[in-house]
Structure formats: structure tokens, C-alpha cells
């Protein structure tokens, strides 16, 4: 439960609010709250459609939320951003696999 109120801080600004009113701090949690539930439902659906290929992590809910908010207000154009993601992904699988050889060969 934790990790998942963390994780919705961090991904969805559960966290950005000022409370004044009730109303508005359970308007803002409930958007947060949904929208933190609609990350974690397209990363399971990602995961069970789709597995990650050889060298890529699979789709995590922060990859998503940057590629989400990249189709809502595009900076740069969809493939450079894809392309930003494939990299990223592969980046970090590279980066894996490393720290769990290097824990491999740092055990008894």
C-alpha cells in the first residue's frame, strides 16, 4: 500500500494540492487516484500483451506517463519520442542486468 500511494505522489501530483476545502482536496485525490489507476492497469495490460523483448525492460508506469503526456502536448515529434523510449528501455535493461551480475559475483 505504501509503494503505491509513493508511486502515485510521484507519477500523478497526488502530492501538489493545497488543501482549502474538502471538496477540492477529494476532487484532486480522486483524479489522482485515477489516474494512477489508469497507469498501473496500461503497464498490466502492456505486460500481459505484449512481453518485453530481448534487451528491453518491459513498459513501467513512468515510461507511460511520459509517453502519454508527449501525445497530449507534443515538444517533439512521436517517433523522436518513441525513439527517446526504446533507448530508455534498453538503457535501463543494460543497466539491470549489470548490477545483478555485478551482485552475483559480490556474493559468497
Known amino acids: 500500500m505504501e509503494e503505491t500511494f509513493q508511486a502515485s505522489k510521484g507519477l500523478t501530483g ?7 476545502r474538502w471538496n477540492s482536496w477529494h476532487r484532486w ?3 489522482a487516484m485515477l ?8 503497464a498490466a495490460a502492456e505486460r ?3 512481453p518485453a523483448t530481448d534487451g528491453l525492460i518491459p513498459l513501467t508506469g513512468n515510461a507511460i506517463q511520459h509517453l ?10 512521436l517517433a523522436h519520442r ?5 533507448w530508455r528501455r534498453r538503457h535501463r535493461a543494460r543497466a ?5 551480475r555485478r551482485q552475483a559475483t559480490s556474493q559468497p
Open 14 to 20: 497526488l502530492d501538489e494540492h493545497q488543501v482549502r
Open 29 to 31: 485525490v480522486t483524479l
Open 35 to 42: 489516474a494512477h489507476a489508469f497507469l498501473a492497469v496500461t
Open 48 to 50: 500481459r500483451d505484449r
Open 68 to 77: 502519454f503526456a508527449a501525445l497530449i502536448n507534443p515538444a517533439h515529434d
Open 82 to 86: 518513441l525513439h527517446w523510449s526504446q
Open 96 to 100: 539491470r542486468d549489470c548490477h545483478y
